[in-house]
């Protein structure tokens, strides 16, 4: 497994438990403990999320509160959501051009066979 | 549900996996599979849909035969330059095209890319995979040679996370 930093992020985002965590947290910061309870899971649980989305850089953990609350950190999340709006608006962009050249090429065909049509009962 | 005369954008998926090294994008288009082959492999038809709308595609080699080569230079309205060359491997009447890919602003660092066309009637759904050499040069080739420069904004994450969850 690449220890590259997209690798670990799309690494990290691949779980749906640990997408709910982020979306919980960009609302605000959060203690493990409140992180627990939407969750249905125990402490060492989401703990285990946490440390995950903390080696990837997605949450940061204070040391210095009691309750040592979690934060997002966006920085790496925009990267990764940088590099794939990239590649889906090269492409994106590309398919939907494809698509206006195809309905051109099928108006001409249908024009084409319409004159042969019009040539054909002008033979008769 | 699509009516009649409505404008309809396709949606493309795409599924990029952690630590692979490839890219599945798949999109259905309106348009019989002949038609899309040829808007593959027509040089003229495909200067006018490949790439971002803001290059013009300057076609400098188009041979689509097995063992033909291919150049596309994307000319931006500043006038820079972004080439893109490979080697056609196989391709198959109306079925599919696998060719070498090459960004030149980062030579030496070649993917393989395969789109192939399904038959669904009146419509064809595109598949198209890249195959990176590595999972660097797959994030490596999109990050330097597809940049924008747009800055993602926190709305951005937010659609990120939603349409992930």
Redesign the interface.
């Known amino acids: 497994?690449?220890n590259?930093q997209?690798?670990l992020t799309?690494?990290a985002?691949?779980d749906?438990t640990r997408?709910?965590i982020?979306?919980r947290l960009?609302q605000g910061e959060a203690s493990v403990t409140e992180l627990a309870k939407p969750f249905d899971l125990s402490l060492p649980g989401v703990s285990k999320h946490l440390k995950v989305l903390q080696r990837a850089g997605l949450v940061r953990q204070s040391r210095n509160a009691q309750w040592r609350p979690c934060r997002l950190d966006?920085s790496r999340?925009?990267e990764?959501?940088?590099?794939?709006?990239?590649?889906?608006?090269?492409?994106?962009?590309?398919?939907?051009?494809?698509?206006?050249?195809?309905?051109e090429?099928?108006k001409e065909?249908k024009k084409t066979d319409e004159d042969k049509g019009r040539d054909h009962d002008a033979d008769d | 549900m699509k009516t009649k005369g409505e404008i309809t954008m396709p949606t493309t998926e795409y599924v990029i996996e952690p630590g692979k090294y490839e890219i599945v994008s798949t999109v259905v288009l309106d348009a019989p599979r002949e038609l899309v082959f040829k808007a593959y492999t027509d040089p003229a038809l495909f200067a006018k849909w490949w790439g971002p709308s803001r290059y013009e595609n300057r076609i400098e080699k188009f041979d689509t035969r097995p063992g033909g080569s291919w150049r596309v230079v994307q000319v931006g309205a500043d006038g820079s330059e972004h080439g893109f060359h490979g080697v056609n491997h196989d391709v198959v009447v109306n079925e599919r095209i696998c060719q070498t890919f090459e960004y030149e602003g980062v030579p030496g660092h070649v993917a393989l890319q395969t789109a192939t066309f399904e038959d669904l009637g009146n419509k064809t759904r595109i598949t198209a995979q890249i195959v990176f050499q590595s999972v660097m040069d797959r994030d490596g080739m999109v990050a330097s040679g597809m940049r924008s420069g747009a800055d993602e904004s926190m709305e951005r994450l937010a659609e990120l996370l939603a349409s992930q969850s």
Not at chain 1, 81 to 97: A, H, I, N, Q
Request: glycine share 2%; net charge negative; charged share 30%.
């Open positions: 497994m690449a590259d997209l690798s799309f690494a985002l691949a749906p997408r709910a982020l979306a960009a966006v999340l925009r990764a959501s940088e590099w794939v709006g990239e590649y889906r608006r090269f492409w994106d962009e590309s398919f939907r051009r494809l698509d206006d050249v195809l309905q090429m099928i065909e």
